[in-house]
């Protein structure tokens, strides 16, 4: 099992910045590949980012391409997502998940969530 906490999030208002941090526990981190998803009310859980176990290979949604960076450290077992530019549809409860060896991007291939981290832009 890998447990997976975010950290991060808050309210920020539009145009400013925020870094989520998803802390892994329980396997070893090196092995898995990262992704970010968000969910809003009433809609979908959506892709934002993933990366693979040794950041070699990145992906991004076209929604946050240019504004969020996704990045790892794998000696300190933790993910990263920089929001830079942040609007306020990018209001949600934002996740972190894991996936064995390979790098994905969708929702239903990750095996392990974290129980999300609120982010609210105000305008």
């Known amino acids: 099992q890998v447990q997976l906490v975010e950290s991060g999030g808050g309210l920020v208002q539009a145009g400013g910045s925020l870094r989520l941090s998803c802390a892994a526990s329980?396997?070893?981190?090196?092995?898995?590949?990262m992704g970010w998803f968000r969910q809003a009310p009433g809609k979908e859980r959506e892709f934002l980012a993933a990366?693979?176990?040794?950041?070699?290979?990145?992906y991004y949604a076209d929604s946050v391409k240019g504004r969020f960076t996704i990045s790892r450290d794998n000696a300190k077992n933790l993910a990263y997502l920089q929001m830079n530019s942040l609007k306020p549809e990018d209001t949600a409860v934002y996740y972190c998940?894991?996936?064995?060896?390979?790098?994905?991007?969708?929702?239903?291939?990750?095996?392990?969530w974290g129980q999300g981290t609120q982010v609210t832009v105000s305008s």
């Open positions: 998940a894991a996936n064995f060896l390979v790098v994905v991007t969708r929702t239903r291939e990750y095996s392990y």
């Open positions: 329980g396997r070893t981190f090196s092995n898995y590949a």
């Open positions: 990366i693979s176990r040794n950041s070699g290979t990145t």
